[in-house]
């Protein structure tokens, strides 16, 4: 339960370390599993695993910029209540689900590019528009600096330098875009299907007989996906339209690789198992590329979508995406005050 909850915010190869306090009823616990009660058994099993796993993964999501309490104590906060001969479900509090200190997201729906992200930052932060006002901002009073503050420089195309009210930050900005295009693309799976962008001209793509033979298989979950694909001859597919919120990838490169996922999972019922790691693939291709460089406007409008975003700290690898360096590791580097 607990390495489920963590499958998409741990670098590979790590693995958390915990300890576990549960409190329950008694009747619920059989203590005689073992003859010399080295282990017990879980009347309910699955109510265990369900309540870990749901209290971990809302804590996890929950941690946003900015935030003050950490996760644990969100989970520490988490009960749940059986109800006996009842199909049982984990109960969280209200007051245990989200932070005090966590704003919640904005109820408009920015769009998934970053350059259509522009207008809708402007629109939703009311920042002026030009250069020079939106360098005096950054040194307003720190009320008014959001937790990722304001982007100052995008440093070799790849990292965004922000200055906030406690220092600095570096951010990795595919990483990060990575994460924020991932989570709107499990949101939009949740809702049902991803919307589809239809391609102005319809494009055709040499494939193995066996991907042709696959694509056709599955046209059902590839327009669940977002595409809309059909196979023409032995080894061609023709491609009509992709997820809306990757209009702009490489369309053969993104098909080659989703068949690729498609090809790894096998069955239908195991790609459906491992939807979210073919999201991951998606998101991939949605998300702003290292050398591509950005503009005051777009760096702002992705530190914006980070901090309403589950789980930012992390791309889908498990990479971290921004670190922080506070006026204390500043003043240590140049030995200020000492």
Known sequence: AVRQAYQDVL???RHAVFVLYLTLDPSLVDVNAHPAKLEVRFRDSRLVHDFLFKALHQALAGVRPGQQESATKIVAETSFQP???????????ATASRSAYIQPPSQVALPLSVEEQISSYARLQAQPSSENQQTSSVHATDAAI?????????????YILAETAN?????????????VTYERLKKQL???????????????????????ELAEQQQDLFATLGFELNRQGPESLVVRAIPAQLANSDVETLIRDVLADFIEHGMSSRIQQKSHEILATLACHGSVRANRRLSR???????????????????NHGRPTWIELTHQDLDKFFLRGQ
């Not at 109800?83 to 509090?93: D, L, N, T, Y």
């Not at 220092?167 to 994460?179: F, K």
């Open 167 to 179: 220092g600095i930050i570096l951010v990795d900005a595919h990483a990060a875009h990575e994460r």
């Open 190 to 212: 949740a809702e049902g299907t991803i919307p589809a962008q239809p391609l102005l001209l319809p494009l055709r793509i040499t494939v193995s007989a066996g991907e042709a």
């Open 146 to 158: 959001p937790p990722l503050g304001f982007a100052i420089a995008h440093l070799h195309n790849i």
């Open 297 to 315: 406007e777009e760096m702002n409008a992705l530190l914006r979508d980070m901090e309403n975003t589950d789980r930012s700290g992390q791309c």
């Open 11 to 13: 670098f590979h190869g």
């Open 83 to 93: 109800a006996a001969g009842k199909s049982h479900e984990m109960q969280v509090p």
